[in-house]
């Protein structure tokens, strides 16, 4: 079945630990996105990339740090300077970043830092 | 700065009556809308959209307005079904940048009472 995985789950780290959240996708899309999803409130970008080894920072890139090596595959990794990396992330992905389309969304890593 | 707005947190509707769900944005050069549905603890569920050049889309139960003019959608879900109720997110991208790159409300809790 085509889709985006992202592992794990859930996740618990201790602060001042970076960490590294994995997002793959077999649908062959262009595009890859991560949002962050915090309670009561919609989800914001932190990083996106249109195509291979390029990416560009989104609304709350402070703290991140992405790489696009692979089409199938853009990880997020969570650094010690993120000052509240509690969230619920979530990683996407789009056909064509130039066109109308959807994005597909993965299931989401839950992320608690104690 | 809130760009795209869902002002009510949450809505409760009988099984078999209609839902309305709204949305507003402020950013004029948005020009193509989304619907997202989620549940607690998984990614968002594409389910229909709307470009900036129609003012009105259908897909079985679910139809998407946009009122240009007054900067506002809404989604009407008719009828209504218990397994209906979730988080819905609407969002919106602009020309000239990734479609992906989506700013999302901030959702609203949809009840649907059998």
């Known amino acids: 079945d085509g889709g985006i995985t992202q592992s794990p789950k859930y996740l618990f780290r201790k602060e001042g630990q970076n960490v590294t959240l994995s997002c793959e996708q077999n649908?062959?899309?262009?595009?890859m996105y991560w949002y962050r999803q915090d309670p009561g409130q919609g989800l914001r970008l932190i990083y996106y990339?249109?195509?291979?080894?390029?990416?560009q920072k989104g609304d709350i890139a402070e703290g991140y740090s992405v790489s696009r090596e692979k089409k199938e595959s853009f990880p997020l990794t969570v650094t010690s300077a993120q000052k509240n990396p509690t969230a619920f992330y979530l990683c996407?992905?789009?056909?064509?970043?130039?066109?109308?389309?959807?994005?597909?969304f993965g299931q989401g890593t839950r992320l608690t830092v104690v | 700065d809130q760009q795209v707005k869902q002002n009510s947190p949450s809505l409760s509707v009988q099984e078999g009556r209609i839902s309305i769900l709204n949305c507003d944005y402020t950013?004029?050069?948005?020009?193509?809308f989304l619907w997202y549905k989620k549940y607690p603890a998984e990614g968002p569920t594409f389910l229909i959209s709307?470009?900036?050049?129609?003012d009105k889309n259908e897909d079985g139960r679910f139809t998407v307005f946009l009122n240009k003019s007054a900067k506002h959608l809404s989604l009407h879900i008719v009828p209504s079904q218990p397994g209906d109720s979730a988080v819905y997110f609407c969002?919106?991208?602009?020309?000239?940048?990734?479609?992906?790159?989506?700013?999302f409300g901030q959702g609203t809790i949809l009840t649907v009472h059998p």
């Open positions: 996407a992905s789009s056909i064509d970043p130039t066109q109308n389309t959807e994005a597909f």
């Open positions: 649908l062959n899309h262009d595009a």
């Open positions: 990339s249109q195509i291979v080894n390029d990416f």
């Open positions: 950013n004029s050069m948005f020009d193509y």
């Open positions: 709307i470009s900036s050049i129609k």
């Open positions: 969002a919106a991208s602009r020309p000239g940048t990734s479609y992906g790159k989506l700013t």
